[in-house]
């Protein structure tokens, strides 16, 4: 069974950085995507980056590009976002998905439909 584990979410100042983990259990990471997603209340939950199978590739939505790093260690079965320049708007539940091959070629920000197996997400609030 597929597990995923989101962690290192906090309340955040403006400006600030965090690194976002998720640690995958149950499978082989290096078989999978990762993808991380953003969901606001009351909104769908929206692709922020993901990253293929052997790390090479990865995207990002417009937002976050050159704030926002994506990262796997397959060893250590974790995906990491990290998360630099913190923005109010970037405030939301953030949470992994996973995918098996590699990311799909369809917009960043509309690849949620493409995953499956998610974690129960982990708190990001910029304010201050």
């Known amino acids: 069974q597929l597990r995923l584990a989101e962690s290192g979410g906090r309340v955040v100042q403006p400006g600030g950085s965090l690194r976002l983990s998720c640690v995958v259990s149950?499978?082989?990471?290096?078989?999978?995507?990762i993808g991380w997603f953003r969901q606001a209340p009351g909104k769908e939950r929206e692709g922020v980056s993901c990253?293929?199978?052997?790390?090479?590739?990865?995207t990002y939505r417009a937002a976050v590009k050159g704030r926002f790093t994506i990262s796997r260690d397959n060893a250590k079965d974790t995906v990491y976002l990290q998360m630099n320049g913190l923005l109010r708007d970037d405030s939301s539940t953030y949470y992994c998905?996973?995918?098996?091959?590699?990311?799909?070629?369809?917009?960043?920000?509309?690849?949620?439909?493409?995953?499956?197996?998610w974690g129960q997400g982990t708190q990001v609030t910029v304010k201050g």
């Open positions: 149950g499978f082989s990471l290096d078989k999978y995507a």
């Open positions: 990253i293929d199978t052997t790390g090479e590739t990865t």
């Open positions: 998905g996973a995918r098996f091959t590699d990311c799909p070629t369809t917009a960043t920000t509309e690849l949620a439909p493409y995953f499956g197996s």
